[in-house]
């Protein structure tokens, strides 16, 4: 679980990043979920985006990859969540969090 402080650093540092993670009109599917767990074990950090023809909200996917993925939901604003897990190797983590 993630601190207030965490949260607004993870916000900081997903502000400058692309949309890297796109969920379509098909949803949240295994195929998605695999690319969301390469992702996260190669940056930590993702910023994904819910296009209009899905029909689902971009909470209702952030909170699936998560329960799926074990990552911490960070921020969902309009069709953009950003998700944050620690990699699981120590020498690939990148974000060293505030306490």
């Not at 969920?23 to 949240?28: D, Q, T």
């Not at 899905?54 to 699936?64: G, H, N, S, V």
Request: hydrophobic share 45%; proline share 4%.
């Amino acid at each position: 679980m993630l601190t207030t402080k965490q949260r607004a650093q993870l916000r900081a540092l997903a502000n400058p990043l692309p949309d890297t993670l796109i969920i379509g009109k098909e949803g949240v599917t295994a195929a998605v979920e695999r690319q969301l767990d390469q992702l996260l074990e190669a940056h930590e950090l993702v910023k994904g985006k819910v296009l209009e023809s899905a029909m689902l909200t971009p909470r209702t996917a952030a909170e699936a990859l998560c329960e799926a993925t074990g990552a911490d939901a960070v921020q969902c604003i309009g069709f953009k969540f950003v998700l944050y897990r620690q990699a699981r190797e120590p020498d690939k983590r990148k974000i060293a969090l505030v306490k």
